[in-house]
Nanobody
């Protein structure tokens, strides 16, 4: 059974850093695009970043470009999201997702992804 599990969330002060991890089991990651999404209270789920299977291609939402970095380690079946210079508006539940039949050529869209983690809370507050 396919499973994605996020970790590393929590409370962080504005300007601080956090690293999220997402580890997959029951599926092969090395043929899939991996992505991060987030959902703030009362808002729609939005794409944050994606990375293609061999890490050649990455995309970021404008709101996080230059502050967040996505990476992956296929040997560990894990994708990461390094979050730097975080802002209160980065607060939300962060989800990782995986999909084989998609290309990481633009900010990821939730409707394109079939495999999802359960989400993890990130709160940016002083």
């Amino acid at each position: 059974q396919a499973r994605l599990v996020e970790s590393g969330g929590g409370l962080v002060q504005p300007g601080g850093s956090l690293r999220l991890s997402c580890t997959a089991s029951g599926i092969t990651m090395d043929d899939k695009v991996m992505a991060w999404f987030r959902q703030a209270p009362g808002k729609k789920r939005e794409g944050v970043s994606c990375i293609n299977a061999d890490s050649w291609n990455t995309r970021y939402a404008d709101s996080v470009n230059g502050r967040f970095t996505i990476s992956r380690d296929n040997a560990k079946n894990t994708v990461y999201l390094e979050m730097n210079s975080v802002k209160p508006e980065d607060t939300g539940v962060y989800y990782c997702a995986a999909e084989r039949l998609v290309v990481c050529s633009d900010v990821p869209r939730p409707s394109e992804y079939d495999y999802w983690g359960q989400g993890i809370q990130v709160t940016v507050s002083s």
